[in-house]
């Protein structure tokens, strides 16, 4: 049985920083694409992260976030870590852990692309 379970949310104020980290159990070597999503409230959920298990470790990152966050799997401990900085308010949601066992390096962006999800982690920023 699949299990992704995220942790590391928090209550930061702008400017600050936080890493999210993302357990995974189970068939987790079948793992190609790992990403992170977050839903505001009233919002739909959207593309934050994603990184791929190939030769280059290929990441891939929303405009809204790129250049304040870096994503990283650590494959002996099962886990993928989502660091942001630089903290805004409008990066106030719930982040949502994923994964993908397809072998594609085209699928990433859509929350469709995604076979298994965590329940989420709470990230508010405070002005």
């Known amino acids: 049985q699949v299990q992704l379970v995220e942790s590391g949310g928090a209550l930061v104020q702008a400017g600050g920083s936080l890493r999210l980290s993302c357990a995974a159990s189970?068939?987790?070597?079948?793992?190609?694409?790992m990403g992170w999503f977050r839903q505001a409230p009233g919002k739909e959920r959207e593309f934050v992260a994603a990184?791929?298990?190939?030769?280059?470790?290929?990441?891939y990152f929303a405009d809204s976030v790129k250049g304040r966050c870096t994503i990283s799997r650590d494959y002996a401990k099962d886990t993928v870590y989502l660091q942001m900085s630089s903290l805004k308010p409008e990066d106030t949601a719930v982040y949502y852990c994923?994964?993908?066992?397809?072998?594609?390096?085209?699928?990433?962006?859509?929350?469709?692309?995604?076979?298994?999800w965590g329940q989420g982690t709470q990230v508010t920023v405070s002005s």
């Open positions: 994923a994964a993908d066992p397809t072998y594609s390096d085209y699928r990433f962006e859509k929350a469709a692309d995604y076979f298994y």
């Open positions: 189970g068939r987790t070597r079948s793992f190609y694409t």
């Open positions: 990184i791929k298990w190939n030769g280059s470790r290929t990441t």
